[in-house]
């Protein structure tokens, strides 16, 4: 366990940027964090407690997971997915929706989940999960159009102009200031969530299982699992996250002789500039600290 911490506080200090991290062995149940109830700007990692309380009201009944939905034009959200370019009439199951959530971290689909099972609704489940530092209080579309200055109530024809006309503002406050309506969440609180998903201590067996499965389909790839084996013999259960200067990605990796949680953080809003120029930092930077923590583990 040494090896570890010394692995996190070097990576802690080597940075300009702000990390966290978050360390776990489900094994022995020992754990290690640095900035462990630091709250991040969670980006796309807010998809976990949304994919839990999707899950928690099908358990309840309030909804089927076979339940189909049809896409509309109203429902596009801008960044990562695949949705947006479709068109709308599309028909899945709530399921498949909540796939493209976590697998390519589709953000009309999150936000099509996220109007289906209610923000209230995510937040008493946050609350539920004793978690005191994470909270999501926007959509995708919402915390999109706020760090780059669009209008909460421009229409798509209308964010599109502004945005090919060069003079919006974008708004840092996001990534500072968690006192507002926002998206945040720390290395401690995520182990929480996904030890309880992994530990089956949250819904039914069933469902933790299913939710780990939509875990270890994820496809964005370059961080956790990137430097890892790809034989076969790994699995990564992770949900990542990013937004400009925000790099996330938190899981749990499985290998035939250990099982451990990883949860990391990084949001260089006030790193060097050196830092911030050089090409694709925080996926190496993610990648770096799992294959050195795996190495370590694996000697």
Do not use: W
Request: proline share 5%; charged share 20%; aromatic share 8%.
């Amino acid at each position: 366990m040494k090896h570890i911490e010394a692995i996190m506080d070097y990576y802690a200090g080597k940075t300009t940027g702000q990390l966290g991290l978050g360390f776990k062995n489900f094994k022995t149940g020992h754990a290690y964090y640095v900035a462990g109830d630091t709250r991040f700007p969670a980006a796309s990692t807010f998809k976990v407690p949304l994919l839990i309380e999707l899950f928690h009201q099908a358990a309840e009944g309030k909804l089927a997971l076979t339940d189909t939905y049809t896409l509309q034009k109203e429902d596009i959200a801008p960044g990562s997915g695949l949705l947006m370019s479709l068109s709308p009439g599309v028909n899945m199951s709530i399921l498949d929706y909540a796939r493209l959530m976590m697998m390519i971290s589709d953000n009309t689909a999150t936000d099509i989940l996220f109007r289906l099972v209610g923000k209230k609704n995510i937040l008493a489940m946050i609350q539920a999960m004793g978690l005191e530092n994470t909270r999501g209080d926007l959509t995708c579309r919402e915390l999109l159009f706020t760090l780059i200055g669009i209008p909460q109530d421009a229409t798509g024809e209308e964010a599109e102009a502004l945005m090919a006309g060069g003079k919006l503002v974008p708004n840092d406050d996001l990534y500072t200031k968690f006192d507002i309506p926002n998206a945040f969440c720390s290395p401690k609180d995520m182990m929480t969530m996904l030890s309880l998903i992994y530990d089956e201590a949250i819904l039914t067996p069933d469902a933790c299982r299913q939710m780990r499965d939509i875990l270890a389909a994820c496809i964005t790839n370059s961080r956790i699992p990137y430097h890892l084996p790809q034989d076969g013999t790994v699995t990564v259960m992770h949900k990542t996250g990013t937004l400009p200067h925000v790099f996330n990605d938190c899981g749990i990796v499985v290998t035939p002789t250990q099982t451990y949680g990883l949860t990391i953080f990084y949001n260089r809003i006030h790193a060097s500039d050196a830092e911030k120029a050089t090409p694709h930092f925080g996926d190496f930077l993610l990648a770096d600290i799992s294959k050195e923590i795996y190495d370590a583990l694996h000697r």
